[in-house]
């Protein structure tokens, strides 16, 4: 088995080995396998997802919010629930969900450092002040915050450490026993091979973990331009028939994003390619539907 493999695995059944060195790890790997989903997935999880506006589901937590309330004569309501049915509907996620952004370093140092059964995320200051009046009749806001056990951080280094694992024990499942030590020396069907199960591995987390699933950087879609998105499509394993039906469904749907190019795209999704592999049909409908959505002009390439 490849030294980098075993490492990997070695350091992934460490529940004391840190889960930052196993990513770091991966990070390698994924520069030997030329694989951009697995580089993308180790560096969010070594960086943090700030400013991302999503997160891997595995992030992604049911949280209530709190706030401390003031009232006539200076009553004092220090942990008074939050209905986000208070809030406009763009803003409710502050009282439904919390998206986890920290680095996995963080959140073990966090966890190492909780002194209580919850974490709390506050809600921005500004946020307050604008709403300090309007969420409790005769009451002021003076801080709002959500919350979360602090179980739910080992779960997220858990699924990490898991995943970083599995991937790890797939991949040398699927190499020829006499595999040399060097992974970038793989052959072609080999290393296909091998990236499809690293895909298949992150599709669950979805476009947010994998990255960018598109297509060759050098592949342009240009609104309206059918030439471009057919180099596009046949680029990634599509034919001509596959091209002509396409041409008939966009004339049904009356050259518009329609139920009949719906259809196509998920009869198409199992001949979908990526970087040369196959993966789920879930996220190669994604990604034909952004292809599609590029052409009709209405994502930009």
């Not at 950087?217 to 596959?242: C, E, H």
Request: charged share 20%; net charge neutral; with cysteine.
């Amino acid at each position: 088995m490849p030294a980098l493999l075993d490492e990997i695995i070695s350091l992934a059944l460490d529940d004391q080995a840190s889960l930052a060195s196993i990513l770091r790890k991966c990070l390698v790997l994924a520069s030997e396998l030329k694989n951009e989903q697995l580089r993308n997935w180790a560096n969010q999880e070594l960086d943090g997802y700030k400013g991302a506006t999503e997160v891997p589901a595995y992030r992604r937590y049911g949280a209530n919010a709190y706030g401390h309330f003031v009232g006539y004569a200076w009553s004092q309501h220090p942990r008074h629930l939050i209905p986000s049915g208070v809030l406009p509907k763009e803003l409710r996620h502050w009282a439904e969900s919390v998206d986890v952004q920290q680095s996995v370093g963080s959140l073990d140092d966090l966890r190492k450092s909780a002194k209580g059964a919850v974490i709390t995320f506050p809600w921005p200051p500004n946020m307050v002040a604008l709403y300090q009046d309007k969420l409790v009749v005769g009451m002021m806001c003076h801080n709002a915050w959500q919350e979360l056990p602090t179980s739910a951080l080992v779960e997220i280094l858990e699924t990490v450490r898991n995943t970083t694992l599995r991937m790890a024990l797939d991949i040398r499942d699927k190499l020829p026993a006499t595999q040399a030590d060097n992974l970038s020396s793989l052959e072609p069907e080999v290393k296909q091979t091998v990236n499809q199960v690293i895909i298949k591995k992150l599709e669950n987390f979805g476009n947010v973990a994998l990255g960018d699933l598109s297509l060759d950087k050098q592949t342009i879609i240009v609104a309206g331009d059918r030439k471009t998105l057919d180099t596009a499509l046949t680029k990634s394993g599509m034919n001509q028939t596959d091209l002509a039906e396409l041409t008939a469904a966009i004339q049904i749907d009356g050259n518009k994003a329609g139920s009949t190019v719906a259809k196509w795209i998920g009869d198409k999704a199992e001949k979908m390619l990526i970087n040369g592999s196959k993966m789920g049909a879930s996220i190669a409908q994604q990604v034909l539907t952004e292809m599609l959505m590029q052409h009709y002009g209405l994502r930009k390439p």
